[in-house]
């Protein structure tokens, strides 16, 4: 997957909603995850858990149900790379009103942005970022840089040669910080202004929002920690500049299970560009244009994403047809046993006979 478990950060909020009515969870009415939810304070070390679910196959009501006090329901939190689906949206709306093509090279749209040291622009199409097969060296791995602008963090990429061949799948977040460069040259509006328009608006997502330099998170909001030689440190506040088109958001659990079940049933994308994005072939089944899918073992494949930000993780998963969505945070940097822990909380919500 795009990001290695066990580099998940340590306190979970998990969510499972539709589309359907902003009513508040009932406790009474619980998933299998939402019964796996301890485990996380348990066995991963996490101070506070909180779930939010709804499998309508299962009831018509959502569950909310928590393991501690630091975590609500309507909390704003840092969505990490979960911002790139919705970067992906935007482009393949783009796509469907054909103002451009996912064939077209870089170049088209940013000449001379991507030169040197065998990164070439002119070679790189936008179906090669959106799926990140481009080569492109993953500006986040370059820990001299100072980066507080997609152009800067442009350059700081082209200072390496390519981390992969074009054409090999390799997640770099230097990819969508050019697709909002590129979103920008053919609207004439930020990517944040065109999220807002495109997405936000027409879903309603109140709680959702793409800070650009503020370092505060709107309320209500908990508290977001890093861990270092055993002790948390609070990371609440941090300047998002450096993060993005790649993962600025701010986001709630309702929203992002309203974002993805409306991403999965139709209503972002016209057809062509829906089966564009659930297209793996490019990356060997690995990525597909802003989201990836992973098999589980009773043969369910869900589709999502997650998303890593200073103080936060956060994966959604979903099935193809929307309907069946799970959303889950961590906010500390380190979680015992992540891997083993995020794999079950999956098949235990989308596979719970096979349990």
């Known amino acids: 997957m795009p990001m290695p478990r066990a580099a998940l950060v340590a306190?979970?909020?998990?969510a499972l909603c539709g589309l359907g009515t902003a009513r508040m969870p009932s406790e009474s009415h619980l998933t299998p995850a939402a019964l796996y939810l301890p485990r996380f304070t348990v066995q991963g070390g996490a101070p506070d858990a909180?779930?939010?679910?709804?499998?309508?196959?299962?009831?018509?009501?959502d569950t909310?149900?928590?393991?501690?006090?630091?975590?609500r329901y309507a909390d704003r939190f840092r969505a990490g790379s979960v911002t790139k689906s919705f970067v992906a949206v935007v482009v393949l709306q783009l796509a469907g009103e054909k103002r451009l093509r996912l064939t077209d090279p870089v170049e088209r749209f940013l000449p001379g942005l991507i030169r040197g040291h065998g990164n070439d622009g002119r070679r790189i199409t936008l179906r090669a970022l959106l799926g990140h097969t481009s080569g492109l060296y993953d500006y986040t791995s370059d820990a001299t840089a100072h980066l507080l602008s997609a152009e800067a963090a442009v350059r700081t990429a082209t200072a390496h040669r390519p981390a992969s061949a074009p054409g090999t799948y390799a997640y770099s977040n230097t990819d969508y910080a050019v697709l909002g460069l590129v979103v920008r040259s053919v609207t004439g509006h930020a990517y944040a202004t065109e999220i807002r328009r495109r997405v936000i608006a027409p879903l309603r997502l109140t709680g959702t929002?793409?800070?650009?330099?503020?370092?505060?998170?709107?309320a209500p909001h908990g508290r977001a920690y890093s861990r270092?030689?055993?002790?948390?440190?609070?990371?609440?506040?941090?300047?998002p500049r450096?993060?993005?088109?790649?993962?600025?958001?701010?986001?709630?659990?309702?929203?992002?299970?309203?974002?993805?079940?409306?991403?999965?049933?139709?209503?972002?994308?016209?057809?062509?560009?829906?089966?564009?994005?659930?297209?793996?072939s490019a990356a060997h089944g690995a990525y597909g244009l802003g989201v990836y899918p992973e098999r589980l073992s009773c043969g369910v494949t869900i589709w999502g994403h997650n998303g890593r930000i200073a103080g936060s993780y956060v994966r959604t998963a979903a099935t193809r047809d929307g309907r069946h969505t799970l959303t889950y945070r961590v906010d500390t940097d380190t979680l015992t046993g992540a891997d083993a822990l995020e794999s079950g909380?999956?098949?235990?919500?989308f596979c719970p006979e096979a349990g």
Not at 243 to 264: K, N, P, Q, V
């Open 11 to 14: 306190l979970v909020v998990l």
């Open 50 to 61: 909180a779930l939010l679910a709804r499998d309508p196959a299962r009831s018509p009501r």
């Open 64 to 71: 909310f149900r928590s393991a501690g006090a630091g975590i």
């Open 209 to 218: 929002s793409l800070p650009g330099s503020r370092t505060t998170l709107p």
């Open 228 to 239: 270092a030689d055993g002790r948390l440190t609070d990371v609440t506040e941090l300047d």
């Open 242 to 280: 450096t993060a993005g088109a790649a993962g600025e958001l701010i986001s709630t659990l309702r929203d992002l299970s309203r974002f993805y079940a409306a991403l999965l049933d139709g209503r972002l994308l016209k057809p062509a560009q829906l089966s564009a994005l659930l297209d793996t």
């Open 345 to 349: 909380l999956l098949e235990a919500e």
